[in-house]
């Protein structure tokens, strides 16, 4: 499992499988899979200063803890 943070926030995900960019600049993250998965994806930013979550059906977020969340394909 690979780690990115946005703020005080974790997530976890399999880098085999998922790719991660994250754009600092503008405190967002963006999931896609790789060439087999392409209908997932998922970005994670903050709206009106809260954690946001805005996936498309293919994918599970799990909260591990508070700050703390994996990220898994649903293929």
Do not use: W
């Amino acid at each position: 499992m690979q780690i990115v943070n946005l703020g005080k926030y974790c997530f976890e995900y399999d880098h085999d499988n998922v790719y991660c960019f994250f754009d600092e600049e503008n405190q967002r993250i963006a999931f896609q899979p790789g060439l087999l998965n392409e209908d997932f994806s998922l970005v994670i930013d903050f709206v009106d200063n809260q954690l946001t979550f805005h996936p498309n059906s293919f994918v599970n977020i799990i909260e591990l803890n508070d700050l703390t969340y994996r990220i898994i394909s649903d293929y």
